[in-house]
């Protein structure tokens, strides 16, 4: 059974620094690096929105609001894919979800197949 487990996410500052994690399991991680891995995040009442996808070849992209200060990255050997946010704002407050093999529109939600349930981060002003 293919699993996605996230963690990391707290309460942290404005300014501040977080990773998240999310480890894969059920498929070799090199297969589902193959799929192509990506970050969303969801706040109460508002769609799944993008945040970052790196595909199979390592080539990334990110949405406007995480370029510059969010980065996603993979280590094979721990099966794990990674989110790491610096310059936190108050608007990156929302929960966070992995997700694996998108089809070709990786900017939609509804491209994916694969979900984690999601870690909460809170970023205070």
């Known amino acids: 059974q293919v699993q996605l487990v996230e963690s990391g996410g707290r309460l942290v500052q404005a300014g501040d620094s977080l990773r998240l994690s999310c480890v894969a399991s059920?498929?070799?991680?090199?297969?589902?690096?193959?799929?192509?891995m990506g970050w969303f995040r969801q706040v109460p009442g508002k769609e799944r929105e993008f945040v970052a996808h790196?595909?199979?070849?390592?080539?990334?992209d990110y949405a406007d609001s995480a370029k510059g200060r969010f980065t996603i990255s993979t280590d094979n050997a721990k099966d794990t894919v990674y989110l790491q946010m610096n310059s936190l704002k108050p608007d990156d407050t929302a929960v966070y979800y992995c997700?694996?093999?998108?089809?070709?529109?990786?900017?939609?939600?509804?491209?994916?197949?694969?979900w984690g349930q999601g870690t909460q981060v809170t970023v205070s002003s």
């Open positions: 997700a694996a093999d998108p089809d070709s529109c990786y900017s939609e939600y509804r491209s994916w197949d694969y």
């Open positions: 790196m595909r199979w070849n390592g080539s990334t």
């Open positions: 059920g498929v070799t991680f090199t297969t589902f690096t193959s799929f192509g």
